[in-house]
Antibody, heavy 121, light 107 residues
Framework: QLQLQESGPGLVKPSETLSLTCTVSGGPISSSTYFWGWIRQPPGRDLEWIGSIYYSASAYYDPSLKSRVTMSVDTSKNQFSLKLSSVTAADTAVYYCARQMGSPTYYFDYWGQGTLVTVSS | EIVLTQFPGTLSLSPGERATLSCRASQSVSSNYLAWYQQKPAQAPRLLIY???RRATGIPDRFSGSGSGTDFTLTISRLEPEDFAVYYCHRYGASHTFGQGTKLEIK
């Protein structure tokens, strides 16, 4: 059974960089079939797609966040990561990592439980 | 940008009853690229339906999806105690949009 687990600081100061890692177990991240994505949900708001990455490191980002987002992949550790720079209180959210079928535009078939990141001084 | 509106916001039903959850898109969803997820507290979202009507692997057949264009429905034929959760619709394809969720609670 595939499992994904997010990890990283739960508190980030305004203007700093949010960094999260997703560890995948139960299957290789280097499979050619899948993309790996990040989604977030601010308190009281809808889920938002942040971006997705392939094992080759090709990445696709939501246009509204593209200038601040960097995603990377480490196949040796079966992990992929998210960096979001210049954060503000509006970036406070539960962040989820997830697997996507075949394309960065497709649905998510496995999700992590999510991790709450609060932006506050 | 397509907006997804789910209704009702909260649905109160009893085990054994039939649940009908709706998701309406502000524009037509091409290729029926519409998915449904179930989320319970402190758990990962779970894919139920993709392609508007295709059940994901391991999903019981009491869950069914239907619809096309702008109107989509998730139906749970006979509610089990473990079905009470929040349900989200998701339009994928050119971009990703999620609905605000429907909370299915025990009456």
């Amino acid at each position: 059974q595939l499992q994904l687990q997010e990890s990283g600081p739960g508190l980030v100061k305004p203007s700093e960089t949010l960094s999260l890692t997703c560890t995948v177990s139960g299957g290789p991240i280097s499979s050619s079939t899948y993309f790996w994505g990040w989604i977030r949900q601010p308190p009281g708001r809808d889920l938002e797609w942040i971006g997705s990455i392939y094992y080759s490191a090709s990445a696709y980002y939501d246009p509204s966040l593209k200038s601040r987002v960097t995603m990377s992949v480490d196949t040796s550790k079966n992990q992929f990561s998210l960096k979001l720079s210049s954060v503000t209180a509006a970036d406070t959210a539960v962040y989820y990592c997830a697997r996507q079928m075949g394309s960065p535009t497709y649905y998510f078939d496995y999700w992590g439980q999510g991790t709450l990141v609060t932006v506050s001084s | 940008e397509i907006v997804l509106t789910q209704f009702p916001g909260t649905l109160s039903l009893s085990p054994g009853e039939r649940a009908t959850l709706s998701c309406r898109a502000s524009q037509s969803v091409s290729s029926n690229y519409l998915a449904w997820y179930q989320q319970k507290p402190a758990q990962a979202p779970r894919l139920l339906i993709y392609g508007a009507s295709r059940r994901a692997t391991g999903i019981p057949d009491r869950f069914s999806g239907s619809g096309s264009g702008t109107d989509f429905t998730l139906t749970i034929s006979r509610l089990e105690p473990e079905d009470f959760a929040v349900y989200y619709c998701h339009r994928y394809g050119a971009s990703h949009t999620f609905g605000q969720g429907t909370k299915l609670e025990i009456k």
